[in-house]
């Protein structure tokens, strides 16, 4: 697995039929957020308030088009019992992870957003 340091950004002619989905301020990072969905997992940390990060690995199923579905499934702390589903369009999907990404600049933490969360927990 390609750590986010590392990640290599998609080809180009990938990138143009997400380009309309994403405002000018994503768009820098479509190229590295379609190189990370491609690779179908990441490993990271939930961070908890007042705590420690739990550990998580997520998996999706890719596909070409950004409104086809992508069905994420992140486990925590690698038990089974701890394993989430949510089905998200592509470009709802890879709009997250350029969220990972950013996040990732800035602090070195490989984190989905909280909006993500609340889609996975079904709490909107």
Known sequence: MTTLEKLKPAKQQD???????????KQNWLPYALGLYHQGSLEGDR????????PFVASWFVSKLPMELTRCRL????QAELSYEVTLSNSEFI??????????????????????????????
């Open 15 to 25: 990138v143009i039929i997400y380009m309309p989905y994403y405002a000018k301020n």
């Open 47 to 54: 961070q908890i308030e007042g705590g420690g990060g739990i």
């Open 75 to 78: 486990q925590f702390e690698g």
């Open 95 to 124: 709009d997250y992870l350029i969220e990972v990404i950013v996040k990732f600049k800035r602090s070195k933490s490989t984190d989905f957003p909280r909006k993500f969360y609340r889609k996975l927990l079904r709490f909107e």
